[in-house]
């Protein structure tokens, strides 16, 4: 159950919503402007002030239909805010830069989305912040920690191996440390993962996974309490990564969907993991509630459920992992998850092409390494669909 005895699947549908909106529809309209403009001068300048609560004057620094999805993501999170983003990784990006300053350290745990690692690495780092890449445990985190830290940023479950640290007791540490705590919960989702009530300080999403759910919308966002989340939506406004009014509809329409898709997704994709399993083509399986998962206690002391993303490795490397993709029928073969579509890629052939088989092996990823995001066709059609391609390489 989450905020206010509402389950998700209510807050899904309802949360963040006017009983009844200006405009008497059942649904949310979509406002496309860039400009929106004042009665007269007296109602600017009382703007200006502060005194009126009215959509920004511009479309760079809000929207009328960008704010109802923020509502609504703040109502599912149970958070006091949300700002909204074009891309989870202008949600990300926009909140690291929000937070630290020259001469600050980041810690980052080393399977973060790869180019939220980028970004710290790549770019934060011409900036005088240093961020330390440490492995997804709350010993390694708490062993992180220096006089400057400003910021923990982790994610669970993790892409590709879904670990699954310890987040309370990472918060902890961080807490007792004077460090906020930034979340990436885009594989947990807040149907999985209560992430604020575990003492978060921010909680990101790429929307573009399983809140949008149809991969046919880019999104992200930041939730949390109102200070840090006006602080980072003041940034939006200028860096200019805001959600398209259209982008904010869809992912609103995707959302009242979420809690039956989600539950759909976790029972599939634990069938899914405990059918490779037993089979002999596969050599490991990684879903974080089986009981072969590292981190499979906390996984279920945390989450309500596995998520929709399977990672397993096929015998034959990364021969074996193509022909097992290529014979495949329902999932197609591209990047993301979280949508209705099964997605299906092979992480040496996709995300971490260009490091080429020794750089690949440097940071574990094997070779044979296969990502399926499961979507909400009917779990016994993609059992017999995976079991068929299997044994087409066994
Ligand atoms: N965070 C996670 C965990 C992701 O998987 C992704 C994208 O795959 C992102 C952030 C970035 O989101 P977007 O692609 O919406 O920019």
Known sequence: MAKAG?????????GGEPPVRPSRSVTEPVVFASTYPFADTAELVAFMRGETDRTPEYGRYGNPTVA?????????????????????????????????????????TDDVYRKTRVFALDTLSRYGVETALVEPTAEAVAAALRPNTRLVFTELPTNPYLRVPDLDRIVSAAHEHGTKVVLDATFATPVNLRALEHGVDLVVHSSTKYLGGHNDVLGGFVCGRRGPVEAIRDLRGTLGGILDPHA???TLRGIKTLELRVRRQNATALAVA???EGHRAVERVYYP????????????????GGGGVVSFVVAGGLDGGRRFVDALAIPKLAPSLGGVESLVEQPALMSFFDLG???RA?????EGLVRLAVGIEDT?????DVAAALDRIA
């Open 289 to 304: 509630v089986l009981a072969s998962h590292p981190d499979v206690q906390v996984a279920r002391a945390l989450l309500e």
């Open 68 to 108: 109802a999805v923020e509502a609504k993501v703040a109502a599912l999170e149970g958070a006091e805010a949300a700002c909204a983003f074009a891309s989870g990784m202008a949600a990300v990006t926009t909140t690291l830069l929000g937070f630290l300053r020259p001469g600050q350290h980041a810690v980052l």
């Open 248 to 250: 904010a509809f869809l």
């Open 6 to 14: 509402r389950g998700i699947g209510t807050l899904a549908v309802h």
């Open 362 to 366: 440097r940071i574990g990823i094997a």
């Open 274 to 276: 405990e059918l490779l």
């Open 357 to 359: 088989p020794e750089g």
């Open 380 to 384: 016994a059609d993609l059992l017999t």
